[in-house]
Antibody
């Protein structure tokens, strides 16, 4: 079964750090592009960032709201993507989802984020 | 950044109705657009990719059209399980952006 499972969420004080994990199964993780998307309580979806596969350099892209504070990495040997969140702010409070994405120079169109985890909740509060 | 504007923000409809949701991009995005459905407390689900392609397993009552700046998602005959919030998302350039969402409610 194709699956993504996020973990690592919780309650954290402003200014502190937290690392989320996204564990993949049922597909070739190393070939996959991975995105993180968040949703603040009662709000819409906000894209956080993206990591390409190592075939495309494993490079990353970020939303302006998190650039310089958040970083995405991957461990293909463990089929895990990470979201390292530093200098957390109260406005980072949200459910964080990881997703399998399809966006490479080889694609002729955008195939979307077709697999999603169940989400993990991050609450930033003193 | 490319702004994605959905309309309406909410719509009330009945089972069997035909519903169309519009998404407009602030600049051309070709067909680099996806549509998602989200139910309360659940992760989004991919419905349409490449603006008009039905994701595997999604009922054929869902369809997408458009290219450039104007896109639509149509549900041809609403079923009870379709009441949810729908989002468009562009991937033509970074940062990805989502529309604000359209909440489809039962009349």
């Amino acid at each position: 079964e194709v699956q993504l499972v996020e973990s690592g969420g919780g309650l954290v004080q402003p200014g502190r750090s937290l690392r989320l994990s996204c564990t993949a199964s049922g597909f070739t993780f190393g070939d996959s592009v991975m995105s993180w998307v968040r949703q603040a309580p009662g709000k819409g979806l906000e894209w956080v960032g993206f990591i390409r596969s190592n075939a495309y350099g494993g490079t990353t892209e970020y939303a302006a709201s998190v650039k310089g504070r958040f970083s995405i990495s991957r461990d293909d040997s463990k089929s895990i993507a990470y979201l390292q969140m530093n200098s957390l702010k109260t406005e980072d409070t949200a459910v964080y989802y990881c997703s399998r994405d399809h966006n490479t120079p080889m694609e002729s169109t955008y195939y979307g984020m077709d697999v999603w985890g169940q989400g993990t909740t991050v609450t930033v509060s003193s | 950044d490319i702004q994605m504007t959905q309309s309406p923000s909410s719509v009330s409809a009945s089972v069997g109705d035909r519903v169309t949701i519009t998404c407009r991009a602030s600049q051309g995005i070709s067909d680099w657009l996806a549509w998602y459905q989200q139910k309360p407390g659940k992760a989004p689900k991919l419905l349409i990719y490449g603006a008009s392609n039905l994701q595997s397993g999604v009922p054929s009552r869902f369809s997408g059209r458009g290219s450039g700046t104007d896109f639509t998602l149509t549900i041809s005959s609403l079923q009870p399980e379709d009441f949810a919030t729908y989002y468009c998302q562009q991937a033509n350039s970074f940062p990805y952006t989502f529309g604000q969402g359209t909440k489809l409610e039962m009349k």
